[in-house]
C-alpha cells in the first residue's frame, strides 16, 4: 500500500489536483481508473482526457470538443494546473495527435470506449446516442407520404377561422400543413405563440383526413406526452380546453385524446432501470406522438423516444428553444431547431406551404438540411396581448440587449416591476408579508395550511397548491447567500421563528419538490407537493398532497419522501415545464458565470400575469447575464446539417 503512494503514477497525481481544484468529480477520476484497467498500456494523456470528456457531462456537455475556441480557458478558469505539466501538452490543438493510435480511442466502428469523432472526443455511449438519434432523425424524416396540398387547403381554413394576418404568414397553418407533410415535425416559439393551440389543430386535420380516407378510413392511435409530470398536468389542463373548441366533426373530436402522460410512463419505465420497456422490439403502439417542453428531453431520453416510437409513427416535438436546455447532458431542442429562425426552406417546402395555407415563405427560402423542411418557428405571441410587458421583456432579453430591457421596464407595463434589494434578510420578509407586488403572502398561506381542514379534503389540497403556486421565488444558483438553500432556510426560520412551522422539519404549508422519480409513489422528479395536516384524521400527523397528472391527489406520509427539498424558492431549472401567476427572480449582489440568457429567459416566461426582478447588485449583473449564451458541446447539430434533402 506504502509502496503504491510512492510510485503513485503521475497521472493519478494530476487526476487527484484536478479533482481537488473542482474540476472533476470522483466519477470521472473513477472513468479513468477503470480505462487503465482496461489498457495498462494506454497513455497518461489518453487517460486524462477520458476524465475531462466525461466531466464535461456535468456542465450539460455531450463529448470535448477539442475544436471548441478557448477550450484550455473554460477547462480550467483559474489557471492550468501544473500538475499536468508533461502530461498533456498546453495548447488543445495538440491533443488531436495524442489520441491517435491510443488503444482507448476508436472512430465508432470498433469497441473502443472513447470515440473521436470530427474533432469531438466522447465516451462510446454518448457518441453512440448522438449519432443514433441523428439517423432516427433522418429516417423519421423520410417516412410518412405527404397528401396533397389541395387536400388540405379547406381543411386548414376550417380548423382557423380567425381572420386572415396582414401580410403575415401564419406559422401556426404553416406548421399544421409540415406536419401532415413528413414523419417528423419540430414546433417551436416562446410561451403564448400558440404550440398547443396548434398541435391540437395539427391533431384534428391528422385525424380527420385519416378517419375520411375513402381509400382506407381509420382511427389514428394519438398519444401525448411531456417530460414532467409537472409539464403534462398543464398541457392536460390547456388541451383538454382546445380540443372541446375544436371545429371538427364531433366523431374526430371524441378520437383526440386530452391526457397527457409523462415521457417515462409513454416509454414505460421500470425501477431501477435505465432500460424502458418499450424500445425498437417492443415499440409504443402509435400512430401519432406528441411530445411538449421538448426543450426539457436530453439526449439518453431523445435516444430512447426515438428507439422506441416504430419507423411509421408520426413525431411532434414541440417546445420552446430558446429555454435553458435539459438538466443532463445535450441540448438537444437546441440543436434541432438550429435554422428556425432563419428558415431556410427549399423551393419543394415553399410550394408545398403555398399550395396548403397561401402562405407565401419567401422571405425564409434557403437551402437548409431535411430537418428545416420540416421546423416552423411561431413567431406571433397571442397570450401577451393582455400582459404585453412579459412578452417585451422576454423579447429584449432573447436579443440581448440589456438596453432594450431597461427601455421595457421603464415603459410603465403593470405587472413589471424592479425592486432593489437590502439583503437576503429583507427578501424574506417581503415573501411572508406579500401584497403590493408580491401578491399573497406565504403567512397567509402557511397558516392557512395549517388551520383545521373543512370540505372536501382533496378539493382543498389543489385550491391551496394552486394558491402556492400563484407566487414563485425563483434564483438562478442553488448555493450562496443568494441561492436557493439560504434562501428556503431564511424563510424557514422566519416562519419557526413566528410559531408557524413548529419545531420540526415537517410542518403544514411546507412545499416541497421532489429531487428523483419515485415509481412506486408514481411521483416524478421535479412534482411539487405540500405538507397538510392528514385529510382524515389530523390526529395522525401529517401528509404531504401531490396533485398528479390526472388530477387526483396522492397523500403521502413525509417519512416516505427520502429526496424532497423545500421549495419556498426554487432554482430556475426546476422551474422549467411550470407557469406562475407571478414570478420573482432574485438576482445576486455581483456577477456569476452560472447566470445565461437562457436562463433569465427561462424565469421570466415561466410568468403568467406578473414578474418582479429582485436585484441585489448593480444592474450589470443582469447586463451580463444575457450577454452570456449557454453553449453546450454536441456533434448533433452538425450530423443534421449533412444529412440527406428531404424527399417527399
Ligand atoms: N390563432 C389564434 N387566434 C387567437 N387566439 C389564439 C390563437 N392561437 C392561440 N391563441 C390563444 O393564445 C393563448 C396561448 O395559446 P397556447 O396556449 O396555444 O400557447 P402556447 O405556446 O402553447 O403557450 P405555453 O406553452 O406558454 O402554454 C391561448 O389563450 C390561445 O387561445
Known sequence: MQADLFTAPAWRDALAALREQGLLRDLDVAVAEFLHRQAPEAEPAALLLA?????????????????EPGLEARLWPAGRPPALDGLLPAASGDWPALLNGSPLVGAGDDNAPLVFDGGRL??????????????????????????DPARLAGQLTALFPEPAMDGEPNWQQVACALAARAGLTLITGGPGTGKTTT??????????????????????????????????????????????ALPVAEAVRAAIPTQVATLHRLLGSRPDSRHFRHHRHNPVHADVVVVDEASMIDMDMMASLL???????????????????SVEAGAVMGDLCREADAGRYRPATLDY???????????????????????????????????PGIGDLAAAINAGDPRAVERV?????????RVAGDSPHDLASRLLNGGGENGEGLRALVADAAAP????????????????????????LRGGPFGVERLNRLITDHLHREGLAGDHDWYPGRPVMMTRNDYQLGLMNGDVGLTLPHPERPEDGLRVAFQLPDGRVRWVPPGRLDAVETVFAMTVHKSQGSEFGHVLLVLPDRPQPLLTRELVYTAVTRARGAFTLLEYGPPSVLAQAIKRRTWRASGLAERLAAGAPLQV
Open 307 to 325: 428507439d422506441a416510437l416504430p419507423t411509421d409513427c408520426r413525431l411532434i416535438l414541440l417546445g420552446d428553444k430558446d429555454q435553458l436546455a
Open 199 to 244: 398541435v391540437v389543430r395539427v391533431l384534428g386535420l391528422l385525424q380527420t383526413l385519416a378517419m375520411q380516407d375513402p381509400a382506407a378510413p381509420r382511427r389514428l392511435r394519438i398519444r401525448l406526452a411531456a417530460p414532467t409530470g409537472k409539464a403534462a398536468a398543464r398541457l392536460t389542463e390547456s388541451i383538454g380546453r382546445q380540443v372541446a
Open 51 to 67: 476524465a475531462l470528456t466525461s466531466g464535461q457531462l456535468a456542465a450539460g456537455h455531450l463529448c470535448l470538443d477539442l475544436d
Open 453 to 476: 381542514a373543512a370540505g372536501d379534503p382533496d378539493q382543498r389540497a389543489r385550491d391551496l397548491l394552486r394558491r402556492f403556486t400563484g407566487q414563485q421565488l425563483l434564483s438562478g
Open 122 to 147: 466522447y465516451l462510446r455511449r454518448h457518441w453512440a446516442q448522438e449519432r443514433a438519434v441523428a439517423e432516427r432523425v433522418q429516417a423519421r424524416l423520410a417516412t410518412g407520404s405527404a397528401p
Open 353 to 387: 406551404v403555398r399550395a396548403a395555407c397561401g402562405a407565401d415563405l419567401s422571405p425564409w427560402a434557403g437551402d437548409g438540411a431535411a430537418l428545416a423542411q420540416q421546423t416552423a418557428m411561431l413567431r406571433r405571441n397571442w397570450r401577451f396581448k393582455d400582459a
Open 409 to 417: 421596464f421603464g415603459a410603465g407595463h403593470p405587472g413589471l416591476t
